[in-house]
Structures are given as structure tokens and as C-alpha cells.
């Protein structure tokens, strides 16, 4: 049985101002009915140039978008945003500051009776919470709130998806994650698609289902958080994500990886090395764990307590450095000595090329 | 804590005696309603009023009117679109506020009038009779000519509201279902309303107030009635009515300038200005756009300008003589001694601000003390000549003299115009002044005290260099404001006093076009300072 049709459909986008120089260049993915979706990148990676293509506000060089089955955009046409049935919540929120929150939320509702008008602006305001607060003007509510408002004004019209553009980034890191999930909740509990656009990996992995990630207007890798952590597919999703160490070593057996760090074993992907071949492992904090009976001996450099667990970087007598989660209680002063081991159930492998191939571990956020 | 206590007390008093001074003239015109003389408005009544009254409406309305469409259709236009010579009109629509509304009149009447070159060069295309052509002093003419030379006021505030809101606002309305021309309706104008309404009632306030382009039109108003009340009739009592009825006109304007400027800040966001996304006109609306814009500034400012530089280049050996470096003295002399006045006052005004913003009692004194520019040159000089006539019968009175060489030694003096101009361009030097004042932190003098600077010493070495640029600002907007001031200077310059703008309004109620042209090139060529600073300040909206 064949999969329903994709809600959104990008295929093969390419666009920006100048032709010779463009922004976001051959960008494809799907979207079903329903889903949350991230889009990551740092800035001027061109995941606002996406979501804009989308809302119609940058027209496409080549390539198409398609919603529900209907062409939004391709080359030479562009479908006006004020057609599209695309909702969008902006960074600055973009409240009308001569509405009240009411009249912003039905500033979209153009052309319905003025009950239905009331029933829905009602309706939203009880959806978001803000019931008490509809006769007030934009300035006199929190971040927050304005947040929610927007969330609410976009959600009126009833489009076939929202688009997020960093709308979370101005408020408070507490109140960020907290809203976070709220409006996540609200979306998925109308049933909503929304695809957010975001520089905050955690901000990214908590809302999507999928995360998209954008590099030098390039797609670098689509999958689930899961995956983007654990099976990077290139060297720059490797660094760009999380934090670990690339590892410099020889494949000696399928598999199987001769390193400084000991002999590593598990499934080799994405790339898969002939005996002999130099490669270099991805090796994750979580990955190195303490053992006392390990021969491998490493100086405590650095410490961040973290809380939960304590996040060390490690001197091996080679000069190569490791970052290391430690459980909390596992504690130890710079200077100390510690034996570790390095556990791994999968081996994330690249070949070993290009400049710094001689050097033995280098940083994984230096990869980019 | 008691020490500053006391002398923060005194500050409070001493700024609400100094906004009392400054209110005198306003109280002493509306005294006349308190004591009406009902033979005096009996015989308005019968005479004049009718048609002031009709004049002056058809004025609020009709430069209401075009202002609007003028100013907030440029602004749009410059702000939010692209079109073929977008950069340049942006800041080049602004430069028509270098220009006095009288010389535009006098330099436009000379260009377009019965004799003038063009008329000459249409009668030769078609005969003396076989063109139309409007009539020059018609009521429609003078709407227009206002409307050219004030809707830079609209324009200015309508493109910052524009700009300030950005383009965000614009995606989110297009987002929600409007198209490009429902956005700007539905969001953009609402939003700009207060800024554009401010603007409006500024323009309003000044074609109340002028005088000299309505002489030289001959379209009577209230302004020209209490010229001739005063010189023609030497009638200060009806010249204190008429001024009485145009503060209350005044005082709706100013109303509604004020409300709406304090909610313009209220509305306004911090958007990103446009760059990229601007609407891109092509075809016959770029046509259009381009020449519309090109239109209003040639009519606005190149002609004219043109104009004025051929006169004064014709009469250059003529006119530019001993007497005209006198009326150039004069204008300096008065001109500096004000902005020095009005700084130092508003220096004043804006320390206390500092110390006693807290205070209703001490907000309101500075406000009433800078709403001075609310009030038309001839009804201050009134004011300021009522006040003198009564203080030198005061002085009379204590020391026994009949009318003695006091009385009309102080009413004739360079002190009464000094006064009066202080009173009106107290709000102009504020501005700079206070916004200075804003970015010295009470940090920065504790740092300087941390380090060792004594009182003296941080006055020298941060307060003044801080304020330096705001101080200097306030002097030059004082200085041309002064400089094109006519009607006070008009009726409270001393004899011997003429300045530029006193010499323009005698030789264009002689006709004499020409010869009003040199000192009225200096005024714009000077008045372009200002305008420059303001647009190097405003920025370019980019594009």
C-alpha cells in the first residue's frame, strides 16, 4: 500500500537574490499531515531562506513546492503568501501594536459573520491560555504571552501548516523550553504540521519528529534526532552535533578499528573501510566511561559539573585529548589520574583525509 | 539626604518660575476673554470675521487634505518601494523644509504670474488670450502652495512610522490572508495613524501661523488682520482679540499633535528597515511613482531654488551692499544671542528634568514652558507687546513717571524680540539638548568621581564633551529657526532692526520679486543646514 501523498513537498529548491550566489541550493524534503519538523543550522545557513520560500516571501530559481497536491512556487511563479494557507509565527512575533490581542487573532478572519468572528476568537484565546487578556494591547503582555498571541493569530485562519521562525529565541532559557513544548502540545493537539526553524540543537530535537540539517544552504542530513546523534551520515553533522572527538586509527578487520584508545569494535557506518584503510572514529562523552582495570590512563584537564553527570576533557601521555561524561559522584580533581575505556556499540566512520589527517584526535567541532 | 532634598525642592520652583515667565504672553492674550470689549468684536463681526473664519477653514482642511495624500503617498512610495530614482527622493523630499512657505509663494507667484516667463512664453506659443491658466492668488492656490511647502512634516513622520514598523509587520498581515495593497491599508496606515496625525497637525500649526506667504498671496487670515490691527489701525485691543480667536484654532492643533505624538512612540517597533523585500514597481506604476516624486520636489524645491538664484544672480552687483550686510548683521546678532538664550534655557529645563522627573508638578511646568511653538509669531508678539505695556505701566506707576522713555524703551527693545523668540523656539533647542542629556548615565559622573574628578572637574571633562554635539545642534536649529522667523520679528523689531526675513516681506509687498530674492537664497541656503543634519540623522532607509 502506497504511503498518503506528502502534505508539503520541497523538491529540489534552489533559491536567493543573487543567481550566481544562492542562498539554499538544491533543498529537498517531504512533510506528512501532522508532523513537527526542525530545521537546524547556524546562522546564514539559509534555514530562514527555506522557510521563506515556503510562506512565498523569496521566489525559487529552480525546483518546486507543492501543498496538498496545489504549486506554490517554482521557477517564475510564485504563489502571493496571502493565498497560500500557510500560517507563520516570527521572531519578533510581529503583534499589530494597534490591535488588542482579540483583534489581532481575528485580523486574518476577514469575510466571516462577526459571531463566527467572536466564537473562534473566543476559542483561540481559551487554546493558549490567555483568556483574561484579550482586551489587552501588545505591550502590556510578556514575552510570553505575545508569544502565545502569535501563536494563536497565525493558528486562526486555519492554514494547512505553520512555519516557526526562531520564535522562541527572545525569551528567558527557562521559559524557552517550557514554551517550547506548550506550543508543540497546542499544534499536535489541532492536528497541525509545524516546521520550526532553529540554531538551538535542543530546541531542534525537542520539537521534531524530524530534524533537517542546513549547512552553507545545503542539506546535510534529514532524520530523527536519534539518528543525527548516533548515525551521522558526514563529518560536518558529526561536529556540528553534540560534542565528542574524532579519533585517528586503521581499520585492521570488518569492523574492527585500531586506535589510540584501544581496539574499537562495532558496526562500521556511514563509511565502511577495507583492512588497512586509515579512518577516523567518532568518540562520544557517553562513549568513554571510567574503568579502573583499563590500561588506557588519562590527566583530568578540565571539569564541568553538569549536574546529573560531570563532563571531564582527558589527556591521554600521547597529547590527545577526549571528552568524558562521568556519572555525578565520580569525582576528581584537574591534575588527578584516571583509567577509562572506550565502550561503543556502533563505530561512526569517516576516511581519513584532507588537512589534519596526520593528527592523531582532533576536536569533532572543528569539523565543519 | 536633607541637603539634596532642599535643593532639589528649589530646582522645582525654580523651573516653575521660569515656565510661569514663559506662559505670560499666552495669559495676557487670553486675559481678553475675561474683559471682553464688545465694541471692538462688534465691529470684527461686522467686518472681517466672516471671511477670516472662511480662509482660515479652508485652509485646515484643504492642507489637511494634501498634505496627507502628498506626505503619506511619498512616504510610502520612498519607504517601502523601489522605483527608478527611489535613493534620491528618499532624502531629497525632505529638502523642501529649508524652504519659508513665503518664499516659495513670492519665488512661485514670480515664476508662474501674468509677466513671468512662462506666461510670456505661452502667450507667444498661442496669443495673449487663447491658454488657460489658473489663477494665481485663487483660494485653490494658496492650498497649494502650502501643501508644497508643508507636507515635508507628513512625509518625515509617515516614513519613520513606515521604516520603524518593517517589513515584518507587512509579512505577518500578508500571512494572514491580505494582499500587498490590504496590508498597507489594514496594517502599515492604522499603525502609522498617530505619526501621520502628529504630522498633519505640525503642518496645520504652521499654516496657521504664517504670515508672510499669505501677504504676499493677499489671502487674508487672522495673522495679516492683526498686522493691520497693529501698524494700520495701531488697534492693540483688536489685534489681542484676533490673536485670542486664532490660539483657540491653535489650541485644537496642538492637542492633537501631542496626542498623537506621545501614542506614535507608543505604537512604534523596533522592525528591521526593508532592504531587499520592497515592493518593486515596474512598468507605468514606476512611471508614475518616479514622476510624482519628481514633480513635487521640482515644484517644491528645484524651481524655486532656480528661480531665486537667477533674480539674485540679476541684481547681485545691486543688492549686495552695505545694507544688506547690515540686514545680515542683525539677523546674525539676533539670531545667536536667541540660540544662546533658548540653549542655555533648555540646558536649564532639561537638569531639572534629570533631577525631578519623578515629580507631576515638575513634568508639568516643563511641558508648559516648551509649548511656546505651538503659538504664531503674531500672537506672541502681542502677547510679549501687551506684557511690556503693562509692566511699563507698572513701572510707571511705582516711580510716578507719565509714559516715560521706560516703557517704551523696554517694548521696543531687542530684549522684548529676544523674549519672544526664546518663548517660541524654547521646544526647538529641547530636543537636541535632552537627548544629549539622555546618554549621561548617573554612572558616568560616579565613575569620574571614583577616579578623582571633582565636581568642576566632571562638568569639564564629561558632561560638557558629552553634550557638546546636542548643545551645538540646538544653537544652529535655534539660529535658522530665528533666522526665518517673520511676522514676530516684523512687530517687535526695534528701528533700525531689519533682519533677511523683515527686508523679504517689504520688498514683496512692493511686487519686487527680484529684489527679495537675495536674502531670501541666504535663508534657504542656510535653512538647508539643518535639513541636512536631519537627514544624515533619520538615515537613509537603504535599498
Known amino acids: 500500500m502506497n504511503p498518503a501523498p506528502p502534505l508539503l513537498t520541497l523538491e529540489a529548491i534552489t533559491c536567493g537574490y543573487d543567481p550566481a550566489k544562492p542562498v539554499v541550493r538544491d533543498l529537498s524534503f517531504h512533510v506528512a499531515q501532522g508532523e513537527m519538523i526542525s530545521l537546524l543550522g547556524s546562522s546564514g ?57 482579540e483583534e489581532n487573532i481575528a485580523y486574518g478572519l476577514k469575510g466571516q459573520p462577526k459571531e463566527a468572528i467572536r466564537a473562534t476568537t473566543r476559542d483561540l484565546l481559551h487554546l493558549v491560555g490567555l483568556e483574561s487578556l484579550g482586551r489587552r494591547h501588545p505591550h502590556e503582555l510578556s514575552g510570553g504571552q505575545q508569544q502565545r498571541t502569535a501563536l494563536a493569530r497565525a493558528l486562526a485562519p486555519q492554514p494547512a501548516l505553520i512555519l516557526l521562525d526562531e520564535p522562541f529565541s527572545n525569551l528567558d532559557v527557562d521559559l524557552r523550553e517550557r514554551l517550547g513544548l506548550e506550543v508543540r502540545q497546542i499544534l499536535a493537539s489541532q492536528g497541525m504540521t509545524g516546521i520550526l526553524v532553529t540554531h538551538d540543537q535542543h530546541e531542534a530535537f525537542a520539537w521534531g519528529d524530524q530534524v533537517g540539517v542546513l549547512h552553507e544552504g545545503n542539506l546535510r542530513q534529514w532524520g530523527t534526532p536519534f539518528s543525527l546523534y548516533h548515525q551521522p551520515e558526514d563529518p560536518f553533522v558529526a561536529g556540528f552535533i553534540g560534542q565528542g572527538t574524532f579519533v585517528a586509527g586503521t581499520c585492521i578487520a570488518p569492523n574492527t578499528v ?62 590527545c585529548q577526549l571528552q568524558s561524561l562521568f556519572p555525578s559522584h565520580a569525582d576528581h580533581a584537574v591534575g588527578e589520574r584516571v583509567n577509562v575505556r572506550v565502550a561503543t556499540t556502533h563505530l561512526v566512520i569517516f576516511p581519513n583525509t584532507g588537512p589534519g589527517a596526520t593528527l592523531e584526535c582532533v576536536p569533532s567541532s572543528l569539523i565543519q | 539626604m536633607t541637603h539634596s532634598a532642599v535643593s532639589g525642592w528649589r530646582w522645582s520652583v525654580l523651573a516653575w518660575g521660569f515656565s510661569l515667565i514663559i506662559l505670560i504672553p499666552i495669559g495676557v492674550i487670553l486675559s481678553a476673554w475675561i474683559t471682553p470689549e464688545w465694541a471692538v468684536w462688534r465691529h470684527l463681526v461686522d467686518t472681517l470675521l466672516g471671511e477670516l473664519l472662511f480662509h482660515t477653514l479652508l485652509l485646515l482642511i ?58 510670456g512664453w505661452l502667450a507667444h506659443q498661442f496669443g495673449p488670450n487663447g491658454y488657460w491658466f489658473p489663477d494665481t492668488r485663487s483660494p485653490a492656490m494658496v492650498v497649494f502652495l502650502f501643501s508644497l511647502s508643508l507636507y515635508p512634516y507628513v512625509y518625515m513622520l509617515a516614513r519613520a512610522a513606515f521604516l520603524g514598523q518593517g517589513q ?47 501677504s504676499v498671496l493677499g489671502f487674508n487670515t487672522f495673522t495679516t488682520a492683526i498686522y493691520k ?75 524655486p531654488v532656480g528661480q531665486l538664484l537667477v533674480w539674485a544672480w540679476s541684481r547681485l552687483d545691486l543688492d549686495l551692499d552695505g545694507r544688506f550686510r547690515d540686514l545680515a548683521l542683525h539677523t546674525i546678532l539676533l539670531g545667536t544671542g536667541a540660540a544662546l538664550l533658548a540653549t542655555l534655557a533648555a540646558l536649564f529645563l532639561g537638569m531639572v528634568r534629570k533631577r525631578r ?28 507687546m501687551l506684557t511690556l505695556v503693562w509692566l511699563g505701566k507698572g513701572v510707571d506707576g511705582v516711580f510716578g513717571t507719565a509714559t516715560s522713555g521706560v516703557s517704551t524703551g523696554l517694548s521696543g527693545g531687542i530684549l522684548a524680540l529676544l523674549f519672544a523668540y526664546l518663548v517660541r523656539f524654547l521646544a526647538v533647542a529641547m530636543g537636541p539638548v535632552e537627548s544629549g ?51 514676530a520679528t516684523l512687530l517687535l523689531r526695534p528701528f533700525g532692526w531689519d533682519t533677511l526675513a523683515v527686508r523679504i516681506y517689504e520688498m514683496t509687498s512692493e511686487g519686487e520679486w527680484e529684489r527679495a530674492a537675495l536674502p531670501a537664497i541666504v535663508l534657504v541656503l542656510v535653512g538647508l543646514l539643518p535639513v541636512i543634519l536631519l537627514v544624515r540623522k533619520t538615515g537613509r532607509s537603504g535599498g
Open chain 2, 229 to 303: 490691527a497693529w501698524f494700520g489701525l495701531f488697534n492693540l485691543t483688536a489685534a489681542t482679540q484676533l490673536a485670542s480667536l486664532l490660539l483657540l484654532f491653535v489650541a485644537v492643533a496642538v492637542t492633537v499633535e501631542q496626542q498623537m505624538r506621545g501614542r506614535a512612540r507608543y505604537f512604534s517597533t523596533d522592525g528591521h528597515a526593508p532592504s531587499r523585500d520592497r515592493i518593486r514597481l515596474r512598468g507605468l506604476p514606476a512611471l508614475l511613482a518616479t514622476g510624482l516624486a519628481s514633480l513635487v520636489f521640482l515644484l517644491a524645491f528645484a524651481l
Open chain 2, 62 to 119: 484643504g492642507v489637511t487634505m494634501w498634505v496627507l495624500i502628498l506626505g503619506v503617498g511619498l512616504a510610502w512610495l520612498t519607504a517601502m518601494c523601489r522605483f527608478p530614482g527611489q535613493r534620491f527622493f528618499d532624502w531629497a523630499l525632505i529638502l523642501p523644509l529649508a524652504m519659508p512657505a513665503y518664499v516659495l509663494a513670492f519665488s512661485m507667484l514670480g515664476f508662474l504670474d501674468y509677466g513671468s516667463p512662462l506666461q
Open chain 2, 437 to 487: 542629556l539622555e546618554r549621561i548615565r548617573p554612572s558616568l559622573a560616579e565613575a569620574a568621581h571614583g577616579l578623582g574628578s571633582s565636581s568642576w572637574e566632571v562638568m569639564r571633562r564629561v558632561y560638557l564633551p558629552m553634550l557638546r554635539p546636542g548643545l551645538l545642534t540646538a544653537i544652529l536649529l535655534v539660529f535658522v529657526e530665528v533666522m526665518k522667523e517673520m511676522p
Open chain 2, 168 to 214: 515584518r509587520m507587512l509579512e505577518a498581515s500578508r500571512m494572514l490572508g491580505r494582499s500587498p495593497w490590504g496590508a498597507f491599508f489594514h496594517a502599515a496606515l492604522p499603525m502609522a495613524r498617530p505619526a501621520i496625525a502628529a504630522g498633519c497637525a505640525l503642518a496645520v500649526m504652521e499654516a496657521l501661523a504664517d504670515f508672510g506667504a499669505v
Open chain 2, 357 to 384: 522627573a519623578g515629580e507631576r508638578a515638575t513634568r508639568l511646568a516643563l511641558h508648559l514652558a516648551t509649548l511656546g511653538y505651538a503659538l504664531p509669531g503674531s500672537v506672541l508678539a502681542v502677547g510679549v
Open chain 1, 45 to 101: 545557513c539559509g534555514k530562514t531562506t527555506a522557510l521563506r520560500a515556503i510562506a512565498g516571501f523569496t521566489p525559487l530559481l529552480s525546483g518546486w513546492i507543492t501543498l496538498q497536491g496545489q504549486t506554490l512556487s517554482k521557477p517564475g511563479f510564485t504563489l502571493p503568501p496571502e493565498k497560500r494557507r500557510v500560517g507563520m509565527v516570527f521572531q519578533d512575533y510581529a503583534l499589530f501594536p494597534h490591535l488588542t490581542v
Open chain 1, 258 to 319: 585500531r586506535t589510540a584508545v584501544g581496539l574499537l569494535q562495532g558496526r562500521a557506518a556511514p563509511f565502511q573501510p577495507q583492512e588497512g584503510d586509515p579512518v577516523r572514529v567518532l568518540v562520544r562523552p557517553d562513549d568513554v566511561i571510567p574503568d579502573p582495570d583499563s590500561p588506557i590512563s588519562a590527566a583530568v584537564v578540565r571539569r564541568a559539573f553538569k549536574g546529573a553527570a560531570t563532563l571531564y576533557t582527558l589527556q591521554l601521555d600521547s597529547g
